[in-house]
């Protein structure tokens, strides 16, 4: 079967996406391009990535891409989201924040922006952003583990791979169980219910993208341009 | 102490009357309301007047949420499309009828309300919308309980009674991190917390005709789920009356049990 690869916060750098694919083409077997979000940021016109990722080059991989949470502040701010503003990014990083992220962005990739969709469901596997709860959710490796099963429930997945955080790791629920007991008018219940095999991985953001191929379910970490490129780590 | 907790009254006068006079007889001075003060049921204002009489804490559910902020439920939290006409019926009958004084009670009713340890919500933490079935995913109902910091969480929005207890619950995780040689292993040993859905006072739908509520002894910990007879025939008498859809009436008068309820009843609606 083939690779996926899964990148995310490239936060309008072109430069960095060049570079991924052209690391992607490198590698042997990798079919697939996601991209988890954070296409765009404050920090630098996004124009040119966005313009590259909705008409890729003919020797591009084809990106799939969903939003994330900065597509999710410029949205909200202009009135894609009802009501909402972006209060989270006002609140995390101020009022010019707000004003950058603005001007980094053409009006004309508004619907674009406005048209992907929440996150992938490949497989028996979720390809978000943030969580099943939330685009902001940052699931990370000290999360606890009630809430990363929370949120592998919701989906009904065996596997939830998360930007957010832009860590990389895998946490794997390996054990465990749980006891119910409940009464109601028709008399009482007792059930035990096991921890379900279920992983939750942490592709990375920016230079840090991820391999991952659906049938061993090995994972490889790999650093844009990075020394360590060539001793990606692979987890299987 | 003993105090009381009821839910979901549903503009039902009759039975919230005989629910209040089921408290009263057991010398309980406490009570507190899960919310779904109106909707379905024929007499909003008295209802909603009763419960400021009485001065009973409450929190807002979805029915109150939805009469203040226009309809808010998507189509899918209704099992058919049939459903979903009637529920509209009953909400613009309900917003057209209610004074805006006591609109202006549920406008500014809580979400939640909080007593040391013991939650209480209309729905879940979460949501007044989401259901927290007996059968719900036990580490997904944990997780609902222990984000939220209570030990003991009341819901209702089921309309079906029940009380869980969720113990010696653990969690084994393997942790592979990037710049890590062998991953890391460890064990989360989860808390004992419980899950206590107070049915329905005005709309019950656990199989019976009867109101539920139910009673919490601080002391001791213990539930115990009560079910109280009302006049069913007048209620269904005024549902009629009032020119609200005549199936209401239909199944108060049979305690149906699965009765208007959503099919995927984990849903959260986010329109």
Same mark, same amino acid.
């Given at each position: 079967m083939e690779r996926w690869a899964l990148v995310s916060g490239l936060q309008g750098d072109l430069d960095l996406y060049e570079q991924i694919q052209k690391e992607l083409k490198q590698q042997r077997?990798?079919?697939?391009?996601?991209?988890? #979000?954070?296409?765009?940021g404050s920090q630098r016109k996004c124009n040119a990535l966005l313009e590259r990722l909705r008409q890729p080059k003919r020797a591009d991989l !084809?990106?799939?891409?969903? $939003?994330?949470?900065?597509?999710? !502040?410029?949205?909200?701010?202009?009135? $894609? *989201? #009802?009501? *909402?503003k972006a209060e989270a990014l006002r609140a995390e990083q101020g009022e010019a924040a707000v004003g950058e992220l603005l001007a980094a962005v053409d009006a004309d990739h508004l619907n674009w922006l406005a048209s992907l969709q929440f996150g992938f469901i490949e497989l028996d596997c979720a390809l978000i952003h943030g969580s099943s709860a939330d685009v902001g959710d940052r699931l990370t490796e000290d999360t606890s583990a009630l809430v990363l099963l929370d949120r592998l429930t919701r989906l009904d997945v065996n596997r939830l791979f998360t930007a957010r955080c *832009?860590?990389?790791?895998?946490?794997?629920?390996? #054990?465990?169980?749980?006891?119910?007991?409940? @009464?109601?008018?028709?008399?009482?219940?007792?059930?035990? !219910?096991?921890?379900? @095999?279920?992983?939750?991985? #942490?592709?990375g953001g920016g230079r840090h993208y991820t391999l991952y191929d659906p049938a061993t379910d090995h994972i490889e970490f790999r650093i844009a341009g990075g020394p360590s490129n060539a001793s990606g780590r692979g987890f299987g | 102490m003993n105090h009381a907790v009821i839910s979901c009254l549903h503009a039902n006068l009759a039975a919230v009357e005989a629910v209040l006079d089921d408290i009263d007889s057991q010398g309980i001075q406490t009570t507190t309301c899960l919310g779904d003060l109106v909707g379905y049921g024929p007499q909003p204002n008295e209802v909603v007047e009763l419960v400021r009489q009485r001065e009973i804490p409450s929190c807002q559910g979805c029915w109150d949420e939805d009469i203040i902020d226009g309809l808010n439920a998507c =189509?899918? &939290?209704?099992? &058919?499309?049939?459903? =979903?006409r009637r529920g509209h019926r009953a909400h613009h009958w309900t917003a057209d009828l209610l004074t805006e004084e006591n609109k202006a009670f549920l406008a500014e009713l809580p979400m939640t309300l909080r007593r040391d340890k013991l939650l209480f919500v209309h729905g879940s933490p979460n949501s007044q919308h989401e259901y927290l079935l007996p059968d719900m995913n036990a580490f997904a109902a944990l997780e609902r309980v222990e984000t939220a910091g209570a030990e003991t969480l009341f819901c209702g929005h089921t309309h079906q009674p029940y009380v869980r207890e969720l113990r010696q619950? &653990? %969690? +084994?995780?393997?942790?592979q991190q990037r710049d890590q040689g062998a991953p890391t292993e460890q064990e989360l040993e989860l808390p004992m917390r419980r899950i206590v859905n107070a049915g329905s006072v005005g709309e019950p739908r656990h199989g019976s005709t009867k109101a539920t509520y139910v009673i919490h002894n601080d002391d001791t910990g213990e539930v115990t789920i009560r079910e109280v007879d009302y006049n069913v025939?007048?209620?269904?008498?005024? %549902?009629?009356?009032?020119g609200l859809p005549e199936v209401f009436a239909w199944r108060l008068s049979?305690?149906? =049990?699965?009765?208007? +309820?959503? =099919?995927d009843a984990s849903h959260v609606c986010e329109r």
């Open positions: 077997g990798v079919a697939n391009l996601f991209v988890l #979000g954070d296409l765009i !084809q990106p799939d891409c969903i $939003y994330g949470w900065w597509e999710e !502040q410029l949205l909200a701010e202009c009135g $894609y *989201r #009802g009501e *909402r *832009r860590r990389q790791f895998r946490l794997e629920l390996s #054990g465990g169980s749980i006891q119910s007991h409940v @009464k109601d008018h028709a008399g009482e219940q007792q059930s035990e !219910q096991a921890v379900p @095999k279920r992983s939750v991985i #942490g592709i | =189509e899918c &939290s209704y099992p &058919s499309q049939l459903a =979903e619950g &653990s %969690i +084994r995780v393997k942790v025939a007048k209620t269904c008498r005024a %549902i009629v009356d009032a049979h305690g149906f =049990e699965y009765a208007e +309820r959503a =099919e």
